[in-house]
T-cell receptor
Framework: SQQGEEDPQALSIQEGENATMNCSYKTSINNLQWYRQNSGRGLVHLILIRSNEREKHSGRLRVTLDTSKKSSSLLITASRAADTASYFCATDGGYSTLTFGKGTMLLVSP | DSGVTQTPKHLITATGQRVTLRCSPRSGDLSVYWYQQSLDQGLQFLIQYYNGEERAKGNILERFSAQQFPDLHSELNLSSLELGDSALYFC????????????FGQGTRLTVV
């Protein structure tokens, strides 16, 4: 069963715009991670945020974590066509292993 | 290149058959995860091994089994295959069991006909 649920399921934006994706989860976690998947390929780790952190940055990525609401958001600033991919949040904690949501499909048009 | 190697890349087989998917984790990684990805079910966690021992079990069918060998490579065995088993099967590895990033292989695309 899925621990995290991403929202929206799909997002379409223009190059240069910001993209925000949200993740909600059910049980307490040790940390939350975001991954990216290009069509049909393996997932690539983007960023990890620990349960005692509230915000983290990596390049054009900004992740926030609100453990009281059991939610996280991923912001990609100044999107590029190359950012087109599916984005997944993953949690470990309640299920004692790394479980993924169903992902958000991001389409960035030139 | 993540350093995780999965073979084969593609597999086409008939219903009722048995196949074995192989995964070589990144050098130094002790933990191996198996996931199944299909359009309708998303990325489903199947099973995790850590240093040869089963660590966690997810939605793995009884027809499926896995093991991690002393050299840390892992195999996922799928038997009595059904059409619904057609999916992408991913292996991932990480240094420890929790709290660190996982590195994914490119997957094995299984088609059952």
């Amino acid at each position: 069963s899925q621990q995290g649920e991403e929202d929206p399921q799909a997002l379409s934006i223009q190059e240069g715009e910001n993209a925000t994706m949200n993740c909600s989860y059910k049980t307490s976690i040790n940390n939350l991670q975001w991954y990216r998947q290009n069509s049909g390929r393996g997932l690539v780790h983007l960023i990890l945020i620990r349960s005692n952190e509230r915000e983290k940055h990596s390049g054009r990525l900004r992740v926030t974590l609100d453990t009281s609401k059991k939610s996280s958001s991923l912001l990609i600033t100044a999107s590029r066509a190359a950012d087109t991919a599916s984005y997944f949040c993953a949690t470990d904690g309640g299920y004692s292993t790394l479980t993924f949501g169903k992902g958000t499909m991001l389409l960035v048009s030139p | 290149d993540s350093g995780v190697t999965q073979t084969p890349k593609h597999l086409i087989t008939a219903t009722g058959q048995r196949v074995t998917l192989r995964c070589s984790p990144r050098s130094g990684d002790l933990s191996v995860y198996w996931y199944q990805q299909s359009l309708d079910q998303g990325l489903q966690f199947l099973i995790q091994y850590y240093n040869g021992e089963e660590r966690a079990k997810g939605n793995i069918l009884e027809r499926f089994s896995a093991q991690q060998f002393p050299d840390l490579h892992s195999e996922l065995n799928l038997s009595s295959l059904e059409l619904g088993d057609s999916a992408l099967y991913f292996c991932a590895s990480s240094v420890v069991t929790l709290g660190t990033e996982a590195f994914f292989g490119q997957g094995t695309r299984l088609t059952v006909v």
